[in-house]
């Protein structure tokens, strides 16, 4: 039972544009979402995250927008740079006690 | 002001032998999480640890257990490894909704 889906493994973008990540969900329970950069050899590293109830949240080069009724997040990253190369995961909490439920990534790949 | 730091970086275990896996949070933060990631996918929750008790559980056999101590720093025993128990092992604290991930214990089992 995946709860949290990155339906696109992969993803291949220009410096200077738009990257524009994916993830999709199913347990309405859940009221917070929130973004990872991961690197190899090193743990995820918190980017962003949205509150249910809002539907936009913007910090600096990296916006996420939620969209409650297709239960559809996505992170937009403008511009993006060869340092941006990672993997990505959404995670998702529904609870207080903090129990996040990821995605499967997806690796970004910037190319100069 | 250190982060989430874990130890060992690496271990290499057989079928069978019993692990154990160390974790001190962020200053401040009192709760703490352990996750499994399996290559190629995204991290799975084991377990979180408040006020030295078990608080909540994800789908993973009795053979995992844990344990917070008063300073809050936590360990994570895995008895009786199996081959599928190679991962890496993550352990994050929370602040509010947020969890702040350590750099993780990379557990292999020949």
């Known amino acids: 039972d995946q709860q949290v889906k990155q339906n696109s493994p992969s993803l291949s973008v220009q410096e200077g544009r738009i990257s524009i990540l994916n993830c999709d969900y199913t347990n309405s329970m859940f009221d917070y979402f929130l973004w990872y950069k991961k690197y190899p050899a090193e743990g995820p590293t918190f980017l962003i995250s949205?509150?249910?109830?809002?539907d936009k949240n913007e910090d600096g080069r990296f916006t996420v927008f939620l969209n409650k009724s297709a239960k559809h997040l996505s992170l937009h990253i403008v511009p993006s740079q060869p340092g941006d190369s990672a993997v990505y995961f959404c995670a998702s909490g529904g609870t207080s006690y903090g129990k996040l439920t990821f995605g499967q990534g997806t690796i970004l790949t910037v190319h100069p | 002001d250190a982060g989430v730091t874990q130890s060992p970086t690496h271990l290499i275990k057989t079928r069978g032998q019993q692990v154990t896996l160390r974790c001190s949070p962020k200053?401040?933060?009192?709760?703490v999480s352990w996750y499994q990631q399996a290559l190629g996918q995204g991290p799975q929750f084991i377990f979180q640890?408040?006020?030295?008790?078990?608080?909540q559980r994800g789908n993973f056999p009795d053979r995992f257990s844990g344990h917070q101590f008063p300073n809050y720093s936590s360990e994570l025993n895995v008895n009786a490894l199996l081959l599928g128990d190679s991962a890496l092992y993550l352990c994050?604290?929370?602040?509010?909704?947020?969890?702040?991930f350590g750099p993780g214990t990379r557990l292999t089992v020949l």
């Open positions: 994050a604290s929370r602040e509010g909704d947020t969890q702040y």
């Open positions: 640890y408040y006020e030295e008790e078990e608080r």
């Open positions: 949205i509150s249910s109830i809002k």
């Open positions: 200053s401040g933060h009192d709760t």
